[in-house]
Structure formats: C-alpha cells, structure tokens
C-alpha cells in the first residue's frame, strides 16, 4: 500500500530484526511495566526476529508499516513504525482458527488512520481472536471498532508482569 507517509509492506527477512525492535519500542511508549521486563523484552528481539524468519519460510506474513518521510536508518532501511502479524492459532480450544498475533503502532503513526489499513491487511473482515493487555483502553477501543469484543476469558501474566493480565477478545 503505498500512499502518504506511512506505508504499508510485507517485511523482507531483512526487516524482521528492525520489526522486532519496533515492537519493543512499542512496549516501552505503552506499558507501564518496570525496566527489568523492557530490557528483557529487548534482549529477546534477535531470537523473536529468527522464529518470525522461519515462520515467513513457511508462508507467514509479517507487515510492517513503514515511515516514508523519515530519514533512512543506518542500515539502510526507512524506520519502522508499526507491525502486525495473523497467524493459524495453536490454541487448543481457540474461539476462531485465526488469531492475530501481534499488532503494535509507535505513538508518532497513531491517529494517522493507518492502524485501520494495518488490521485489514493482516486480517481483513475474517474471524479472529487476540489478546490485548487490560488497561490498554486505546487497544480494546481500536479492537471494539473493528468488531471484536472481550469473551471474558483472562491470562494471567509472568516475567515481572505479575499482577496484569491479557484479555481475549473475538471478531465473529
């Protein structure tokens, strides 16, 4: 998708580390944990890029929403600003076979509209189901808006988040 500023592509293997890292960007702007849990969160990117590398071998796609008028990292590649990532759920007992992954914006491309794009390309209009952190109240009404309402059902959390849980919501 390649209009306005932020933009939309299939991450290339090349980007997945640089998407990794955006996602904990995302969680530090976000959460409200203590540091311990974002310098682990951090120190876990090079493996979590390596599991989405094999994942996209294997037919996955992971999207990248891309910042076309800020100046290209040193590597080369414009930053990254958001990722989203929809993948065949491994649940037992899943509300739906399609669970969306994971989907993080950083706070500079938030109200610009392309989270709407960002979900229908992982997603568009299918069943899914996601797990949203509780609190995060500009989430679950992002989510509402798309249709996906809280089922009720709760995970609690671990690794220095204790105390906070994630929330399952499902899109019919």
């Not at 592509?9 to 311990?36: I, S």
């Not at 390596?50 to 590649?77: C, K, M, N, T």
């Not at 958001?82 to 992954?101: I, Q, R, W």
């Amino acid at each position: 998708m390649a209009t306005g500023r932020f933009r939309i592509k299939q991450a290339a293997p090349e980007e997945l580390l640089p998407a990794a890292r955006t996602v904990a960007a995302c969680w530090r702007e976000t959460y409200p944990f203590a540091d311990a849990v974002f310098d682990m969160k951090d120190a876990r990117t090079p493996q979590q890029a390596e599991g989405w590398d094999l994942r996209s071998q294997l037919g996955e796609y992971f999207w990248i929403v891309v910042d076309h008028e800020a100046e290209p990292e040193p590597d080369g590649l414009r930053p990254i600003v958001g990722v989203a990532h929809a993948a065949v759920s491994e649940e037992k007992n899943a509300p739906t076979p399609l669970l969306l992954d994971l989907m993080y914006l950083r706070q500079l491309a938030q109200g610009s509209g392309i989270a709407d794009r960002l979900i229908e390309m992982a997603i568009g209009d299918a069943p899914a189901y996601l797990w949203v952190l509780e609190r995060n109240e500009r989430a679950l009404a992002f989510y509402r808006r798309h249709g996906f309402e809280l089922d009720g059902v709760r995970k609690p959390l671990t690794g220095g988040m204790e105390g906070w849980d994630d929330l399952r919501m499902v899109r019919g």
